[in-house]
């Protein structure tokens, strides 16, 4: 581990799409992994996020670098169900897997998000190959950006 950078918090998921077996951190050392928390009615997540992150699954090798959705409810909980996801999942054909954050018991904010102390959606983290954070960011962050990042962590930087 890099003593420099957070190690990232394992994922608390009630239910995968798109994988037939549960992801988890700690097997995916020695890759990248590219994680991105959207709500599906989160406009910056619809336009620019998810599109971004299917991208970045459609180009890069899965030997190296993982994707992993990150549906991270903390409002409309009534309407955002698996069964809607699914159904929004398969409309804009997304093929990355994709974890339903765990409902929190105590409050709006699901474990996960809470657990990487993100402020909303869409939100992106870079995970390094020894499982750091190397990245965090709120928002949209730009094509040369994220690509500038995740080709200095695959280079080992």
Not at 46 to 74: C, K, M, R
Not at 119 to 133: E, F, K, N, R
Request: aromatic fraction near 6%.
């Amino acid at each position: 581990m890099n003593e420099k950078y957070a190690p990232a918090p394992s994922l608390e998921v009630s239910d995968w799409l798109n994988t037939d077996t549960p992801l988890v951190l700690s097997e995916l050392l020695g890759k990248v992994v590219v994680l991105h928390a959207f709500q599906m009615l989160c406009p910056g997540c619809v336009t620019h996020g998810i599109p971004q992150a299917n991208s970045i699954y459609q180009t890069f090798d899965d030997s190296e670098l993982q994707v992993i959705g990150l549906h991270t409810v903390f409002e409309h909980h009534e309407v955002m169900t698996k069964e809607a996801l699914t159904v929004f999942v398969h409309e804009y054909k997304l093929q990355f897997p994709i974890g339903i954050d765990l409902a929190s018991e105590s409050g709006a904010i699901p474990r996960t998000m809470n657990k990487y102390q993100l402020q909303g959606t869409p939100s992106l983290v870079l995970i390094d190959q020894c499982g750091a954070i190397r990245l965090k960011h709120l928002g949209q962050l730009s094509d040369m950006q994220l690509g500038n990042a995740i080709g200095r962590l695959l280079a080992g930087g």
